[in-house]
């Protein structure tokens, strides 16, 4: 199935923006959904809505089925050796975050070294920054090359014996540098520290496989995927997660309450306090059926070709300037951009304009702004239902927005 037959799917696409047909060039910040997602999400609420678990009546029972069923879909979309572990939270922020609060806390101490990059989201800076702030690690970045990469000699001079955590980002949704995690992961274990993965733009894009990558921790969010916003999942390797304590305290995640005592339930509901995100959850597993239908091997060469088509066109624009790996080399399905200088907002409104939805700012990379000596970029991102004939689009109006503010300067 191509791109314009999957595009029937997503109902969204199917509108005018501005008098012009939309093109969604945003996948990067959320996905569309398919009508598999929306109708799976409106059968729940119709039909099974329901608290899971507790419950012995009909309803709640068909609920539990649908949101345990939906923990087995993700074990086999990521390769997971076992449900317990797969921690269903609200996203990869989430995820990431109770790492760092609960393995982090009880395992890094004052002379100790957390590892990251320069390019990481925020969402993979700011919680290490605390961590390291609460115990007095000290916070270390592994330098990237000209192009936007990471160097396996650097990654080795930078991790120590005296690292206890190193978490990068599998694919950058800035540059669309797609880092190499197995390597980095068996760098960090030969250092005795365990390899977090950021996989928010991974794991809607690449086939993930987490016994081979062997990470110890791998985070993403549905609604990257074509699943709802709102439902995110991490996993983690068995043994560190029954050590692990939760963060969130209440109902769903006790065994045995006492007055002045209580003990947790086991994996994976010990870190799922409160009533679950249930309806999220069946939403996901709608999404990773739609996804895993389609193959996400095919979904990764349909994007290769897309990446390299957009590098192609675009690199051709005169005043452009892309930013990470250039032509020729391995990239994720996002371009970022600047163009002449026009401010990346200017762009993407003329952009708006045309129906074309492009992200423009820091995108949640400031550090990483800073590297390429810029205070914003545009971005284009590409998904499973993005033709060459949208970025024909996007390089005609980008055309179009370098006439207009000529004319205008």
Known sequence: MNAKELKKYFPILDQEVNGHPLVYLDSA???QKPVQVIEALNDYYRHSNSNVHRGVHTLGNRATDLYE????KVRKFINAASTKEIIFLRGTTTALNLVAQSYGRANVKESDEIVITTMEHHSNIIPWQQLAKATGATLKYIPLQEDGTISLEDVRNTV???TKIVSVMMV???LGTINPIEEITKIAHENGAVMVVDGAQAAPHLAIDVQKLNCDFFAFSGHKMCGPT???ALYGKQDLLEEMEPVEFGGEMIDFVGLYESTWKDLPWKFEGGTPIIAGAVGLGAAIDFLSEIGLDNIEQH???LASYAMDTLSDIPGIVIFGPQRGKERASVVTFNLDDVHPHD??????????AVRAGHHCAQPLMKWCQVSATARASFYLYNTEEDIDRLAASLLKTKEYFSDVF
């Open 172 to 174: 950058s949704n800035v």
């Open 303 to 305: 994007e290769h070709k």
């Open 29 to 31: 910040a959320t996905s």
């Open 347 to 356: 762009v993407a409104t003329v952009l708006d304009a045309e129906g074309i």
């Open 160 to 162: 120590t014996p005296n």
């Open 69 to 72: 069923g939906a923990r087995d």
């Open 230 to 232: 709102g439902i995110g």
